[in-house]
């Protein structure tokens, strides 16, 4: 077995991630609410030794949002759920940055990490849509570069809660009636530009020290924060050329920011179509793109301009210029729809069919898309995948067939190697920075 291992995520998006995957004949529309399709789903992903499951989110909906994002769990709630059906698998939940209070982010993902025994992973985001702030109580969206000195300083403070409790802090001595080790529990007293947190935190230090750091900007900002903060980077790249490039890219700057690039794991979004023969796998990839028409590809691009109008335009004239609605919205998705559209001399529609159902390396036989995955860890273009269903039950599909030859070929695991999440990628426990200090002037 080769030592550097696949890791592989499962996402979790209920009734699909497109518009029209619940029309599927074998679907379930009311996925995205039972609680019995996602416990099968992680005992499933459990059993095929992934190493984790992913929840994505947003905090803002219209009603030509997606199905699934209009009617869905909550990730902190439905990941607290799994944990009790799971064991070894890894929980990544989504929660922004925008919109929510560190004292509470750290108490709920480090309840999270406590209940699942150290399994805990949080995926920081900003938030882009601008609709977002009126659910808040606010005027108005923070700017892109404001959103990201504001996470900064958010994670500076959820890991500085997480730090404050020692991990031998609770000595539990009955006898001289200690129940903790008052030397060993510290106020954060932060004050700083967003935020102002006294602390310390009122839950102890997790299993795994801190759960794990996953983030998914991809703009010029967004690849700073992620190569300086985080332990994965979800990303959406459909070509290897492209995947390679920002492979490098991400992995120059965490050396840059005195990081090994070994501990940055660079993750993208696929969904594979897997068939029998490669007729069967075409067959599928037909039944994939049909669910989607040029109605819902239009929304789907819009989401990444701040829900833009796309309607208005004519189908089979240039791609318009609407790089002005991007500027403050998802800016490393909408600048690759453009780049996609210039690139290629595309109409909208065609810019929209692309980008919606994009033909990737990962169509074929069980061997092939195999092969797609070990191109791209080898060149290298990723460090593992976080796997998304293109067709209802590609789960069963893809851990039946695709992840044995993985095996056999000595990219991915056949057990896991521990019992928290960190264990299963590599990583090691965070030092507590108390202790750091404490040993460090003794």
């Known amino acids: 077995m080769s030592a550097r291992q696949l890791k592989l995520g499962f996402m979790m998006h209920g009734n699909g991630t497109g518009w029209g995957d ?34 994505a989110d947003s905090v803002h909906i219209t009603p030509k949002s997606s199905p699934h994002y209009l009617n869905r769990f909550e990730p902190l709630t439905i990941l607290s759920a799994l944990a009790a059906v799971t064991d070894r698998i890894g929980l990544v939940g989504t929660l922004t940055v925008s919109y929510a209070e560190p004292f509470n982010v750290a108490r709920q993902f480090g309840s999270l990490d406590h209940i699942s025994g150290g399994r805990a992973g949080w995926n920081v985001v900003t938030s ?27 994670l500076d403070v959820v890991q500085g809660l997480w730090d404050s409790w020692e991990d031998d802090s609770l000595t539990h001595d009955k006898a001289s009636g200690q129940f903790f080790d008052p030397a060993r529990l510290h106020r954060l007293d932060h004050r700083g530009q967003f935020f102002q947190v006294e602390g310390p935190l009122n839950l102890s230090r997790s299993p795994q020290g801190q759960p794990v750091i996953f983030q998914a900007g991809a703009s010029e900002d967004g690849k700073n924060f992620a190569a300086a903060r985080s332990d994965a980077i979800f990303v959406q790249n459909d070509d290897l050329p492209s995947a390679k490039a920002y492979y490098a890219d991400v992995k120059r700057r965490a050396a840059g920011f005195g990081r090994d690039p070994d501990d940055l794991f660079v993750l993208p979004g696929l ?19 049909a669910l989607t ?8 691009m819009a989401r990444s301009f701040n829900e833009h109008d796309f309607s208005q335009y004519d189908l089979d004239a240039p791609f318009p210029d609407v790089g002005r609605f991007a500027e403050n919205s998802n800016r490393s998705t909408s600048e690759r729809v453009i780049r996609l559209a210039q690139e290629g001399n595309l109409t909208l529609r065609q810019t929209a069919q692309r980008f919606a159902t994009p033909r990737t390396d990962f169509v074929g036989t069980p061997e092939q898309v195999a092969d797609a995955f070990q191109r791209w860890f080898l060149e290298p273009a990723a460090d593992g995948f976080v796997y998304n269903n293109s067709l209802p039950d590609e789960l069963s599909v ?10 056999d070929r000595g990219l991915f695991r056949r057990e896991y190697e521990g019992t928290t999440f960190r264990d299963q990628l590599g990583l090691a426990k965070p030092e507590n920075r108390h202790a750091a200090r404490r040993v460090a002037a003794e």
């Not at 099968?40 to 095929?48: D, G, H, K, S």
């Not at 005027?139 to 300083?153: S, V």
């Not at 028409?293 to 789907?300: K, P």
């Open 293 to 300: 028409s040029i109605e819902d590809a239009l929304l789907i």
């Open 271 to 289: 969904r594979p179509v897997i068939g029998s023969t490669e007729e069967e796998a075409e067959r599928k990839y037909q039944e994939f793109i």
């Open 128 to 154: 882009w849509l601008e609709g977002s702030a009126r659910n808040y109580s606010r005027d108005k969206h923070f700017d892109h570069a404001t959103r990201y000195r504001l996470a900064a300083e958010h």
């Open 22 to 55: 619940w029309r599927h004949p074998r679907a379930h529309p009311g996925a995205s609410t039972d609680f019995a399709y996602y416990r099968r789903q992680a005992i499933e992903a459990e059993a095929a030794k992934l190493d984790f499951l992913f929840v």
């Open 398 to 407: 893809f851990a039946g067939t695709v992840i044995p030859i993985l095996q």
